[in-house]
């Protein structure tokens, strides 16, 4: 029995409220305030010309697309084959890879990156069994630089790829690998001509969704990343707590959803249903 | 409601451009079982939810029990209904089930056990009570839907395709018992079927649809033998229906043959001819010339069990379909015989073409 | 390569990958029991003192019941709000459905910093930041999309037709919700309001911005000693975090058997 369309409104009504009273009007109104606070057009975009083209914030755009493409790639060449074991695997060995997966991801992300930095420190694991084993006789530098970043983000990255991956693999009718077998294709063929083709979708939608996230990042990098491995995201979070320079939090906030905005868009269409990706 | 009687005035409903039922009107007497047969698309399954109230007309007033019911929710209509896949809450006992009704009006526990074991034992489902739907065949779901439909003792129970799912043994026996029970409880049935074989054996009176209109109301019999229309004679059951001509007084069908119908003359210079396969008489031989009799050549004879169906070509390209009896000593036509085909005036109709 | 080979070799580098994966989370909670001066592994001695540190620190204690307090409003006020949208969104008949949809789960995909910001820059001028209801209610926004997700798979379980037939049976709309819809989709609506609470509880970004001193949750205080340094207390605080997480898992796939399971009477 359908609801009549003013029943199906006032349902909404809270959900609506709520995302326009504590998402959309506040993003909105500290964009404009704090833009306008800067006085007339002119001043304006000498203000967005200055902080765009600042050393500092020059330098954490160029951070945040490297980290950002980076961690994606690793994330998708680590996923692919997890997220391939996972469309495969029945009973017990699909709760244990599906265990490895959904325990990390509902894992704070906070608890995930200080255990990097445990593994990673240099009393860390890593550096004590590389030691140990007297690969090497000095601490290597693991954290509190860029490969601190790309490891902690690649761990936290995972889980929303493989997810997303193990969707598309699953909706692959095995027949068609048989069929392609049977026709005397190798296994290197059968994947490249047919598996991965009909994968292609999942793989664009889940690299969307993690260079997406990867550019928003900031708790890991900031915890650990160095000096030089400053991202967007950590930058407005420090305009804003230590200097109180909305302005510049507000513009740097702009460039970051457009561009967040714009993936979404293309995500959206190749993730087809849109609940595919958030949540499994 | 005072009494199980049923009224449909000028009930129209649309979807954006599109009329799904286009003024329908029909009176139905408290007690009858009534169907509403047509194909899919036809309207039925919208009259019915316009009779339950999910649907509200555009045009129009629903009756029942002489009052207007039009804007009435579902709820205020004291209605038992099938649904097509039964509508079992999952959640619920069979017994919590049946007295789903009565426990949301408020009825007192006692009189609700008491009320559910009648209608379990009407529905043949006494020992079932504690079962939930998962553990129920489909022919004992049809009978928890049935027993919720009658516990409240509505004076009208809809319908919607009830028997659909069963396969054929179950729905000849669920036929007989809802008839049956209809027939003890005196209460009103709106029956929305497709299955014309169902509907003739169940109905008191069908209402056949068409394209959101009623094509053709009455007895299942009369509905059968005189059809209005060859979309009422070709719906129900096998008819023949062959391209026919005026020619001054008479009328001439395949071969220039005349034929003659007692009822409903040929109105137009064109139209058709209709008589259902087990009138036709079918005899060895070429036919002498009089009305109703036709010469053609046998091009199938297919065993039936109870009846042979002959496939006969007219000539004029016109095939007609021709049933006898498996009667004792009678030996089949067989395939390329020469027959001759005869019906008497009183089981043929002249139905615009 | 032979077949043999190739699959064996698949199956190790994906167990390998598992491993990885649960390894950090795993090390960390065996850590946390060390009884050594800074965090070894495998730990020389084992102990309670970085729990016993943990829980005998007022701060640490009180960023306990802030978390669990805006947990469970959070929790209590995205599913309530969810189930009503999700349910408009399965029956109801408008215009822009995929439209809405796909705005209501535009928070998980703008950067957490963003929102957190802008509902920050708001909060500070109506002096609502530290105020627990409010960050709870900014937890909402992120949770919703969560239980929308949830509920929406749920509330697909419950056939139209059931509601039609309660109808028939005399119930008003708020009947049909009560008896038929919420009941059915019960299971659905405990894990939602499991996972709302365990978004919030986990969240950090907004609540960096929003704790104010007042009601620092359990991530901001990691956070803020993390700025600071690596020090073993954190180890006993994520186990916690860790095992909430588990335990929220492992009621989620309880609840998902009992109603594969139902009470199994053979059928005759």
Not at chain 2, 31 to 36: C, R, S, Y
Request: aromatic letters at 8%; charged letters at 15%; proline letters at 5%.
């Amino acid at each position: 029995m359908p609801l009549g369309r003013l029943p199906a409104w006032l349902l909404l009504a809270p959900a609506l409220l709520l995302l326009i009273g504590v998402f959309l009007v506040p993003i909105g109104w500290f964009l404009v305030a704090s833009i306008m606070e800067l006085g007339t057009p002119a001043e304006i975009w000498e203000e967005v010309d200055a902080v765009l083209f600042s050393g500092a914030v020059a330098g954490a755009l160029i951070n945040t697309n490297w980290i950002g493409l980076v961690v994606t790639l690793l994330v998708l060449v680590i996923g692919y084959p997890v997220s391939y074991a996972l469309s495969r695997a029945k009973g017990v060995a699909f709760t244990l890879i599906l265990l490895c997966i959904v325990l990390p991801y509902f894992t704070s992300t906070i608890v995930r990156t200080y255990a990097w930095m445990v593994l990673l420190g240099r009393n860390g694991l890593i550096n004590q069994v590389l030691l140990g084993t007297g690969l090497i006789s000095e601490p290597l530098n693991l954290l509190y630089n860029r490969t601190g970043v790309v490891i902690g983000m690649t761990y936290v990255l995972l889980p929303y790829m493989v997810l997303t991956l193990y969707a598309a693999m699953k909706a692959v009718d095995m027949r068609l690998l048989q069929a392609a077998e049977g026709m005397g294709a190798t296994p290197l063929q059968v994947f490249l001509r047919v598996f991965a083709p009909l994968t292609l979708h999942g793989v664009i939608a889940g690299v969307l969704i993690t260079f997406i996230l990867a550019i928003g990042f900031f708790v890991t990098p900031a915890l650990m990343g160095g000096p030089s491995d400053i991202m967007i995201a950590m930058l407005i979070e420090r305009e804003v707590e230590l200097t109180q320079n909305w302005p510049a939090a507000a513009i740097m906030t702009v460039v970051l959803l457009t561009v967040t905005l714009i993936l979404y868009g293309l995500y959206s269409r190749f993730s087809g249903a849109l609940e595919g990706g958030a949540k499994p | 409601m005072s009494d199980g009687s049923v009224a449909l005035e000028g009930v129209t409903k649309r979807y954006g451009s599109e009329t799904v039922v286009a003024g329908i009107s029909l009176a139905i007497p408290a007690g009858e079982f009534f169907t509403l047969l047509g194909p899919s698309g036809s309207g039925k399954t919208t009259t019915l939810s316009m009779l339950a109230g999910f649907v509200m007309a555009d045009e129009g007033r629903v009756l029942m029990g002489g009052r207007d019911m039009t804007r009435v929710p579902p709820r205020g209509r004291g209605l038992g209904m099938v649904f097509q896949n039964y509508a079992i809450f999952p959640h619920l006992t069979v017994a919590e089930n049946v007295a789903f009704p009565l426990s949301v009006k408020g009825t007192s526990k006692s009189e609700i056990a008491a009320r559910v074991a009648e209608a379990l034992a009407m529905v043949k489902l006494t020992g079932f009570e504690t079962r939930y739907q998962r553990q129920l065949s489909g022919g004992q779901q049809q009978r928890v839907a049935l027993a919720r439909a009658i516990v409240a003792h509505p004076r009208v129970v809809l319908m919607d395709e009830p028997l659909g799912a069963l396969d054929k043994n179950l729905r000849y026996h669920m036929q007989v018992e809802i008839k049956d029970i209809q027939r003890r409880l005196g209460m009103t049935v709106i029956y929305v079927t497709h299955d014309q074989e169902e509907a003739l054996t169940m109905s008191d009176r069908i209402a056949i649809m068409e394209r959101g209109r009623i094509a053709q109301m009455g007895p299942p019999r009369e509905v059968y033998e005189k059809p209005q229309s060859s979309f009422v004679a070709s719906f129900l059951g096998e008819a023949n229906l062959l391209r026919v001509r005026r020619d001054g007084p008479a009328v001439r069908g395949p071969g220039g043959s005349v034929l003659v119908a007692a009822e409903g003359g040929l109105s137009a210079a064109e139209g058709l001819a209709f008589v259902r396969p087990e009138k036709v008489r079918v005899e060895s031989g070429r036919a002498e010339p009089a009305p109703n009799r036709l010469t053609g050549k046998v091009l199938h004879a297919s065993f039936l069990g109870n009846i042979v169906r002959y496939e006969i070509d007219a000539g004029d390209g016109a095939t007609l379909l021709c049933d006898a009896a498996n009667a004792a000593g009678v030996e089949p036509h067989r395939p390329g015989d020469i027959v001759t085909m005869i019906w008497r005036p009183e089981d043929s109709r002249f139905l615009a073409a | 390569m032979g077949p043999v080979l190739r699959t064996t070799l698949v199956r190790a580098v994906v167990v390998l990958l598992c491993f990885g994966l649960l390894a950090p989370i795993v090390i960390v909670a065996i850590a946390s029991f060390s009884g050594d001066g800074y965090l070894k592994f495998p730990p020389e001695s084992f102990s309670t003192r970085w729990y016993e540190r943990f829980l005998g620190d007022a701060r640490w204690r009180s960023a306990i019941l802030n978390s669990l307090m805006i947990g469970v409003m959070t929790s209590i006020l995205s599913t309530v709000i969810g189930f009503l949208a999700a349910y408009a969104m399965m029956r109801g008949e408008f215009r822009f459905k995929r439209l809405l949809l796909s705005l209501l789960l535009t928070p998980v995909i703008v950067p957490h910093v963003v929102t957190a910001v802008a509902v920050y820059f708001l909060s500070a001028r109506f002096g609502l930041v530290g105020v627990r209801p409010w960050i709870a209610v900014a937890h909402t926004v992120v949770a919703l999309p969560v239980v929308l997700v949830i509920l929406q798979s749920a509330l697909r379980t419950v056939d139209p037709a059931l509601e039609r037939a309660a109808m028939v049976c005399g119930c008003t709309r708020f009947g049909v919700f009560r008896r038929v819809v919420l009941p059915i989709a019960l299971p659905g609506v405990v894990s939602a309001t499991l996972f709302s609470f365990l978004t919030s509880f986990d969240e950090l970004v907004i609540s960096i911005f929003l704790a104010g001193i007042r009601s620092e949750t359990l991530p901001v205080r990691i956070w803020n000693s993390l700025l600071l340094e690596v020090e073993p207390t954190i180890a006993a605080v994520s186990t916690l975090l860790i095992a909430v997480t588990v335990l929220i898992l492992g009621l989620d796939a309880l609840i998902r058997r009992i109603r594969e399971g139902g009470s199994a009477l053979p059928s005759s």
